[in-house]
C-alpha cells in the first residue's frame, strides 16, 4: 500500500469473504481506504455503445467500477488516490509521496499492477539492467488491478465517459473490443506503467468477472511478480519505496 495516500478499493455486495480480506489489508497496512461497491451486471446504469459491440456486461461492469471509484475520490476532495481492486495485495508499504516523485513530471496515470507475466518480465529487466522505474503505458500491460490518478485525470475520466454522472457512455471509443478498463482508463491520458511489481493478485482467490483468466494471466502474473520481487531483494538487498511490510 502507498502510505500518505488514499486508496479507494471495489468489491462486490455479496463478495464478504474478500471484503474481510481485503479490509484486514488496509488496516494492517495503516492506510486511509474506502471501500466503493462494485458495480455488476445486474446493476449496469444505463450504457451508450457503437455496434456492432464486442465486449461482454461484466467488461461494462468493471469500467463502471473504476468510475465509480474515481467518482468518490473526486467527491472526497483528495488530490491524488489510488483506485484497486479486492483482490490485489502488496508485499510491502511504500512511500506514496517518494514513488509519485519518480515518476515522470507529466504523468496522469501510474499503473501500478500488471498480469501479464511476459511483460512483467520485460519490465522488470529495464529495471535491474537500467535503473528504469517507469515506462509508457503500452497495451499489452494487462490489469487495472492498483493504479494511482491526479485529481485532473480523474475529472477527465469521468467527462469522457460519464459526462452526466450516471450512464456510461461509450460511443465515442472507436476500438473493437477495447470497451475494458485498462485501455479506456490508461489510454488517453499520460499513463505510465511500474517497472517493478509493487502489487500482484492474491491467487488464493478467484476472478469474480474472468475466471478462465486465472490461469492464462492472473495466478501466472503473480508468480512472474513474486520471482522478480525476489530477484530485485537478491540483487539489491531491498525494494524500490518500501518502508516495510504491510
Same mark, same amino acid.
Given at each position: 500500500?502507498?502510505?500518505? !495516500?488514499?486508496?479507494?478499493?471495489?468489491?462486490?455486495?455479496?463478495?464478504?469473504?474478500?471484503? $474481510? $480480506?481485503?479490509?484486514?489489508?488496509?488496516?494492517?497496512?495503516?492506510?486511509?481506504?474506502?471501500?466503493?461497491?462494485?458495480?455488476?451486471?445486474?446493476?449496469?446504469?444505463?450504457?451508450?455503445?457503437?455496434?456492432?459491440?464486442?465486449?461482454?456486461? =461484466?467488461?461494462?461492469?468493471?469500467?463502471?467500477?473504476?468510475?465509480?471509484?474515481?467518482?468518490?475520490?473526486?467527491?472526497?476532495?483528495?488530490?491524488?488516490?489510488?483506485?484497486?481492486?479486492?483482490?490485489?495485495?502488496?508485499?510491502?508499504?511504500?512511500?506514496?509521496?517518494?514513488? +509519485?516523485?519518480?515518476?515522470?513530471?507529466?504523468?496522469?496515470? %501510474?499503473?501500478?499492477?500488471?498480469?501479464?507475466?511476459?511483460?512483467?518480465?520485460?519490465?522488470?529487466?529495464?529495471?535491474?539492467?537500467?535503473?528504469?522505474?517507469?515506462?509508457?503505458?503500452?497495451?499489452?500491460?494487462?490489469?487495472?488491478?492498483?493504479?494511482?490518478?491526479?485529481?485532473?485525470?480523474?475529472?477527465? %475520466?469521468?467527462? @469522457?465517459?460519464?459526462?452526466?454522472?450516471?450512464? !456510461?457512455?461509450?460511443?465515442?471509443?472507436?476500438?473493437?473490443?477495447?470497451?475494458?478498463?485498462? =485501455? +479506456? %482508463?490508461? @489510454?488517453?491520458?499520460?499513463?505510465?506503467?511500474?517497472?517493478?511489481?509493487?502489487?500482484?493478485?492474491?491467487?488464493? !482467490?478467484?476472478?469474480?468477472?474472468?475466471?478462465?483468466?486465472?490461469?492464462?494471466?492472473?495466478?501466472?502474473?503473480? !508468480?512472474?511478480?513474486?520471482? $522478480?520481487?525476489?530477484?530485485?531483494?537478491?540483487?539489491?538487498?531491498?525494494?524500490?519505496?518500501?518502508?516495510?511490510?504491510?
Amino acid at each position: 500500500m502507498l502510505e500518505g !495516500l488514499p486508496h479507494f478499493w471495489i468489491n462486490r455486495a455479496a463478495d464478504e469473504g474478500r471484503r $474481510l $480480506l481485503a479490509r484486514e489489508a488496509f488496516e494492517r497496512a495503516g492506510v486511509a481506504h474506502a471501500r466503493i461497491e462494485a458495480v455488476t451486471p445486474d446493476t449496469l446504469p444505463a450504457v451508450k455503445v457503437r455496434e456492432p459491440f464486442a465486449n461482454s456486461l =461484466h467488461e461494462l461492469a468493471i469500467v463502471a467500477s473504476h468510475l465509480r471509484a474515481a467518482g468518490a475520490a473526486l467527491d472526497a476532495g483528495v488530490a491524488t488516490a489510488v483506485i484497486m481492486e479486492d483482490d490485489v495485495r502488496a508485499h510491502h508499504r511504500y512511500d506514496g509521496a517518494a514513488l +509519485l516523485a519518480s515518476a515522470p513530471p507529466d504523468w496522469e496515470i %501510474l499503473q501500478l499492477h500488471v498480469s501479464h507475466a511476459p511483460v512483467i518480465g520485460e519490465l522488470g529487466e529495464l529495471y535491474l539492467r537500467h535503473g528504469i522505474l517507469w515506462h509508457e503505458w503500452e497495451p499489452s500491460c494487462y490489469s487495472a488491478g492498483a493504479w494511482v490518478a491526479r485529481r485532473g485525470a480523474l475529472a477527465a %475520466l469521468l467527462a @469522457r465517459y460519464s459526462p452526466d454522472g450516471i450512464g !456510461l457512455d461509450l460511443s465515442g471509443v472507436h476500438a473493437w473490443g477495447k470497451l475494458v478498463a485498462d =485501455h +479506456l %482508463l490508461y @489510454r488517453r491520458t499520460a499513463c505510465y506503467t511500474a517497472t517493478v511489481p509493487y502489487f500482484f493478485n492474491d491467487i488464493a !482467490l478467484d476472478s469474480t468477472h474472468a475466471p478462465q483468466r486465472d490461469a492464462t494471466h492472473h495466478r501466472p502474473g503473480a !508468480l512472474a511478480a513474486q520471482g $522478480l520481487r525476489q530477484r530485485i531483494l537478491a540483487a539489491s538487498g531491498d525494494y524500490p519505496f518500501a518502508l516495510g511490510q504491510p
